[in-house]
């Protein structure tokens, strides 16, 4: 019988051949275990590496709309523009600063560009923030047309109201139905980190009945409105930031050509444009 011819080293051709495969497929293996298993530090380092090999460290900074803590409303411009950094002049001191919190690899480095949205803005952002709130909560889905946000000239009214058949006070009484308690409360986070000055009103509808003639509208609004505040104050809001609470029982209808709807039976949250006698942030 006719021999094979053998390679180099004695080995059979097909055994060079097989063995070629054997590493070819092993390297094939180790690539698929390489790429299952991400590690996402090791690639952010390598597109790092990557955008200085070309030449440029490009830092994009992306403006956000609403914080986490519920208000857009921020004292500093937490993400302003796109900018060009020098990674050889960039110090990171290891000191914390509230002030430049949470700015990356400028942090306690450069001085951070005060906030320049103006208060009508604000507000507009803070009642985004209030309704933003409202339809996270499901449970307030059938009271949805009882919860009405609107900006007007002196700042912001909130307004818990009567509608629909569907009440947010049980009748004569001065404590708010859970639903309608679970949404004055979602507001109050909100209203603390804007730090603007708060009027709480209540009103009654006019006709409504009262058997105790010591306990009118007048008392029954007034308590209404004051439940309100401290249930915002429970869940977060400042006493300072309270400017006023009041009941105008009927005298001061939602629905001027029909004062007897039960819809001009309400509690009105003012938030106001003008400042706080005392800075917010200073505590006593």
Same mark, same amino acid.
């Given at each position: 019988?006719a021999m094979r011819k053998k390679?180099?080293?004695?080995?059979?051709?097909?055994?060079v051949t097989f063995g070629d495969?054997?590493?070819?497929?092993?390297?094939?293996?180790?690539?698929?275990?390489?790429?299952?298993?991400?590690?996402?530090?090791?690639?952010?380092?390598?597109?790092?590496?990557?955008?200085?090999?070309?030449?440029?460290?490009?830092?994009?900074?992306?403006?956000?709309?609403?914080?986490?803590?519920?208000?857009?409303?921020?004292?500093?411009?937490?993400?302003?523009?796109?900018?060009?950094?020098?990674?050889?002049?960039?110090?990171?001191?290891?000191?914390?600063?509230?002030?430049?919190?949470?700015?990356?690899?400028?942090?306690?480095? /450069?001085?951070?560009?005060?906030?320049?949205?103006?208060?009508?803005?604000?507000?507009?952002?803070?009642?985004?923030?209030?309704?933003?709130?409202?339809?996270?909560?499901?449970?307030?889905?059938?009271?949805?047309?009882?919860?009405?946000?609107?900006?007007?000239?002196?700042?912001?009214?909130?307004?818990? %109201?009567?509608?629909?058949?569907?009440?947010?006070?049980?009748?004569?009484?001065?404590?708010?139905?859970?639903?309608?308690?679970?949404?004055?409360?979602?507001?109050?986070?909100?209203?603390?980190?804007?730090?603007?000055?708060?009027?709480?009103?209540?009103?009654?509808?006019?006709?409504?009945?009262?058997?105790?003639?010591?306990?009118?509208?007048?008392?029954l609004s007034s308590d209404r409105?004051?439940?309100?505040?401290?249930?915002?104050?429970? /869940?977060?809001?400042?006493?300072?930031?309270?400017?006023?609470?009041?009941?105008?029982?009927?005298?001061?209808? /939602? /629905?001027?050509?029909?004062?007897?709807? %039960?819809?001009?039976?309400?509690?009105?949250?003012?938030?106001?444009?003008?400042?706080?006698?005392?800075?917010?942030?200073?505590?006593?």
């Amino acid at each position: 019988m006719a021999m094979r011819k053998k390679a180099g080293g004695g080995a059979p051709e097909w055994m060079v051949t097989f063995g070629d495969l054997m590493s070819i497929l092993v390297c094939f293996f180790v690539l698929l275990i390489s790429f299952s298993i991400q590690d996402t530090k090791k690639l952010q380092v390598v597109a790092g590496s990557m955008r200085e090999a070309f030449g440029s460290s490009d830092n994009r900074r992306l403006s956000g709309v609403i914080e986490q803590s519920g208000n857009p409303a921020r004292e500093y411009v937490k993400d302003a523009s796109e900018d060009l950094i020098d990674m050889e002049k960039v110090s990171i001191s290891s000191t914390k600063s509230d002030k430049n919190r949470m700015q990356g690899v400028e942090a306690n480095t /450069f001085e951070v560009e005060k906030n320049n949205i103006d208060t009508k803005q604000r507000f507009s952002l803070a009642a985004a923030s209030i309704r933003q709130a409202w339809q996270s909560m499901p449970e307030l889905t059938t009271i949805a047309d009882n919860l009405i946000v609107e900006e007007t000239p002196e700042g912001l009214d909130i307004v818990i %109201a009567d509608q629909r058949g569907s009440r947010m006070f049980p009748e004569g009484g001065k404590y708010p139905v859970e639903k309608a308690r679970a949404a004055i409360a979602a507001i109050a986070p909100i209203l603390s980190q804007l730090g603007s000055q708060v009027s709480i009103s209540g009103h009654t509808a006019a006709g409504s009945l009262y058997l105790n003639d010591r306990y009118g509208p007048w008392e029954l609004s007034s308590d209404r409105a004051n439940t309100v505040r401290a249930i915002m104050g429970e /869940f977060g809001l400042p006493a300072r930031q309270i400017q006023g609470v009041i009941g105008r029982a009927d005298s001061e209808p /939602f /629905f001027t050509n029909d004062p007897y709807l %039960a819809a001009n039976e309400r509690v009105k949250i003012s938030v106001l444009h003008n400042e706080p006698p005392v800075p917010a942030e200073l505590s006593p």
